[in-house]
């Protein structure tokens, strides 16, 4: 099974542009400093329209993850390594990702992650972490 393409949209297609250069880019609001993520044309803490486009870090913390033991993804190896990872300049933002290596199965809570794109079979860049030491 292939994995199910993207409707980017006015909104997310300048994430889907930077994701496919393997850059983070979301939306930070000028009103209230936080980070509009899924993209989406108000912020979801104050409602101002007043949104720009920023390159983040790419780094993050680790809250949680989970393994799904089911065949969703072809040419991903069960079972696939699933990672909520909080953005480091938003913590409240959450990106939904990959860990191909299962780096994470091991670690407690707030681990160190780096956020970062991996290109599918259809064209498309999709958000992976990969486990970093705290330095970095």
Request: charged letters at 20%; a negative charge; proline letters at 9%.
């Amino acid at each position: 099974m292939q994995r199910p393409v993207p409707a980017a949209n006015a909104e997310s297609r300048p994430f889907w542009d930077a994701a496919a250069r393997g850059v983070l880019q979301l939306a930070k609001c000028e009103t209230c400093g936080r980070i509009a993520y899924p993209p989406k044309p108000r912020c979801s803490y104050c409602l101002s329209p007043a949104l720009l486009w920023t390159e983040l870090s790419g780094r993050g913390r680790l809250r949680g993850w989970t393994d799904n033991h089911l065949a969703v993804l072809a040419g991903y190896e069960r079972p696939l390594c699933i990672v909520e990872c909080a953005i480091e300049e938003d913590p409240g933002a959450v990106i939904i990702a990959l860990d191909e290596a299962g780096s994470v199965r091991n670690c407690s809570p707030d681990a160190p992650l780096r956020i970062g794109f991996s290109a599918d079979q259809n064209g498309w860049s999709y958000p992976c972490v990969t486990l970093v030491d705290d330095g970095e």
